[in-house]
């Protein structure tokens, strides 16, 4: 812009006189040795461009404060573009205070996971989709790690987690699907967020690739996809509207082995020792709302993150009218959850 002035303010340069009609266009005048200096378009091109720049500037600044606001042009932005089947592209919906809601139920099957470990003080370990980060601390403490490494996709989680980093726990955002690490460690550990990743078998020999030899593998996920929440919510995103707003229909993503399988699968990928159960969680809900709201903090996220405020709405609506239709309105409810916990060691 500098530049710019110091042209048009040159000594000398002036430009031809016109005479009477309409004024020509900037670029029609010539510059001529003699007559009354005229105004150079520049400065004022150059006052439009500082006006268009700051304009852009604030924009910016103003969408970076408000960054829920930005958040969800994005997301605007990727599902316009068609990018809503990416799981970095889509809206985070994670909320820390949903999922937390059940947090004494949540965290039991976290405690059965950390039981099965074999004590390795000083271990380097890694939490994958490690939420909110205060079960990655108790576990960086029950190991007494020299490093635990917390990963997590999603920015309101991991903002919770920042506060229980230092003494060697740590927590980066990163997608589990493409982890790997060189210096390998030596407890992988994983509560209720594998389910979220395609296909296992591939996941779970990338997994083994980072584990150092005689390191230790724990995952803890959710089999609860027979039950009606689960059915239900495939079921409906098979049908219209979903299907159209949804583009790939719940379930279709998420690539779950049946208990079997994954113990097979830890025997092909050659881990030397393995101890794989299924467990039934029973929770005493008030009510059969309780399973909404439980849903609400995992399973819904799904759809949270890929429909617009209103669709999801109207998604909850249609999908309490149908799940109230299966299930007793007793109360106290019993919500039955079925969990898979592995460990195995290499
Ligand atoms: C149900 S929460 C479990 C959180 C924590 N492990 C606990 O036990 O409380 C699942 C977490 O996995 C994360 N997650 C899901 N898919 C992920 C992915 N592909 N990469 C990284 N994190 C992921 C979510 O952001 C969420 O914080």
Same mark, same amino acid.
């Given at each position: 812009?500098?530049?710019?002035?110091? /042209?048009?303010?040159?000594?000398?340069?002036?430009?031809?006189? !016109?005479?009477?009609? =309409?004024? $020509?266009?900037?670029?029609?005048?010539?510059?001529?040795?003699?007559?009354?200096?005229?105004?150079?378009? =520049? $400065?004022?091109?150059?006052?439009?461009?500082? /006006?268009?720049?700051?304009?852009?500037?604030? +924009? +910016?600044?103003?969408?970076?404060?408000?960054?829920?606001?930005?958040?969800?042009?994005?997301?605007?932005?990727?599902?316009?573009?068609?990018?809503?089947?990416?799981?970095?592209?889509?809206?985070?919906?994670?909320?820390?205070?949903?999922?937390?809601?059940?947090?004494?139920?949540?965290?039991?099957?976290?405690?059965?996971?950390?039981?099965?470990?074999?004590?390795?003080? &000083?271990?380097? /370990?890694?939490?994958?989709?490690?939420?909110?980060?205060?079960?990655?601390?108790?576990?960086?403490?029950?190991?007494?790690?020299?490093?635990?490494?917390?990963?997590?996709?999603?920015?309101?989680?991991? #903002?919770?987690?920042?506060?229980?980093?230092?003494?060697?726990?740590?927590? !980066?955002? &990163?997608?589990?699907?493409?982890?790997?690490?060189?210096?390998?460690?030596?407890?992988?550990?994983?509560?209720?967020?594998?389910?979220?990743?395609?296909?296992?078998?591939?996941?779970?020999?990338?997994?083994?690739?980072?584990?150092? $030899?005689?390191?230790?593998?724990?995952?803890?996920?959710?089999?609860? !996809?027979?039950?009606?929440? !689960?059915?239900?919510?495939?079921?409906?995103?098979?049908?219209?509207?979903?299907?159209?707003?949804?583009?790939?229909?719940?379930?279709?993503?998420?690539?779950?082995?049946?208990?079997?399988?994954?113990?097979?699968?830890?025997?092909?990928?050659?881990?030397?020792?393995?101890?794989?159960?299924? #467990?039934?969680?029973?929770?005493?809900?008030?009510?059969?709302? &309780? /399973?909404?709201?439980?849903? #609400?903090?995992?399973?819904?996220?799904?759809?949270?993150?890929?429909?617009?405020?209103?669709?999801?709405?109207?998604?909850?609506?249609?999908?309490?009218?149908?799940?109230?239709?299966?299930?007793?309105?007793? #109360?106290?409810?019993?919500?039955? +959850?079925?969990?898979?916990?592995?460990?195995?060691?290499?």
């Amino acid at each position: 812009m500098a530049f710019l002035f110091s /042209v048009a303010r040159r000594p000398g340069s002036v430009v031809a006189r !016109h005479s009477g009609g =309409f004024a $020509p266009s900037w670029r029609q005048r010539r510059p001529l040795r003699r007559g009354k200096p005229q105004p150079s378009p =520049f $400065p004022k091109l150059c006052s439009y461009g500082f /006006v268009f720049c700051f304009g852009l500037g604030f +924009f +910016f600044a103003f969408g970076v404060c408000m960054e829920k606001v930005f958040r969800r042009f994005a997301f605007l932005l990727t599902g316009f573009l068609g990018g809503r089947r990416v799981f970095c592209m889509t809206k985070d919906s994670w909320n820390p205070q949903q999922y937390e809601k059940f947090k004494a139920q949540r965290s039991q099957p976290f405690y059965d996971l950390m039981n099965l470990l074999r004590s390795q003080e &000083g271990a380097r /370990v890694v939490d994958l989709g490690c939420g909110t980060g205060e079960l990655t601390e108790e576990l960086h403490r029950f190991v007494r790690a020299s490093e635990t490494v917390g990963i997590d996709s999603s920015e309101e989680m991991l #903002k919770k987690a920042q506060g229980f980093s230092g003494q060697g726990l740590s927590f !980066h955002k &990163g997608d589990i699907q493409k982890f790997s690490d060189a210096d390998g460690f030596d407890i992988i550990f994983s509560n209720a967020a594998l389910q979220w990743c395609t296909d296992h078998p591939a996941l779970f020999a990338q997994l083994k690739t980072s584990l150092r $030899p005689g390191g230790q593998l724990a995952v803890q996920m959710p089999m609860n !996809h027979d039950y009606a929440t !689960h059915v239900i919510a495939q079921k409906l995103s098979l049908e219209e509207p979903w299907a159209s707003l949804l583009k790939e229909p719940y379930g279709k993503a998420q690539s779950m082995l049946t208990v079997e399988q994954y113990a097979s699968l830890l025997f092909k990928l050659g881990f030397k020792e393995q101890n794989v159960s299924l #467990k039934v969680y029973g929770h005493e809900l008030e009510s059969r709302e &309780g /399973v909404i709201e439980w849903v #609400k903090g995992t399973l819904l996220t799904y759809f949270e993150s890929r429909l617009s405020p209103a669709d999801f709405q109207a998604f909850v609506t249609e999908f309490r009218k149908r799940l109230f239709a299966v299930l007793p309105d007793e #109360k106290p409810f019993f919500y039955p +959850f079925k969990r898979i916990l592995i460990w195995a060691q290499n």
